[in-house]
């Protein structure tokens, strides 16, 4: 459930500014990271909160629910 929070949270700043570099994020691995988050890696994010926490996902993308 732990990894669905950072998940929520880098997507939402994500969303407000798709091209911060992956160092702005606070995560520890990122640390000098000056590339942005790719397309590949937050469809992966994206696609782990489908599967285990729908509601975080529908609270970050309320634009996808149908």
């Known amino acids: ?14 969303k407000q500014d798709p091209n911060r570099k992956k ?3 606070g995560v520890y691995h990122w640390d000098g ?4 988050l790719s397309w590949r ?5 994206k696609d782990y909160l489908k599967k ?3 509601e975080g ?3 970050t993308f309320p634009e996808d629910r149908h």
């Open 23 to 25: 160092k702005e994020y």
């Open 33 to 36: 990271c000056e590339a942005p």
């Open 1 to 14: 459930m732990l990894a669905s929070v950072y998940f929520v949270f880098i997507l939402k700043q994500w």
């Open 52 to 54: 285990r926490n729908i």
């Open 41 to 45: 890696e937050v469809e992966r994010m």
């Open 57 to 59: 996902y529908y609270r």
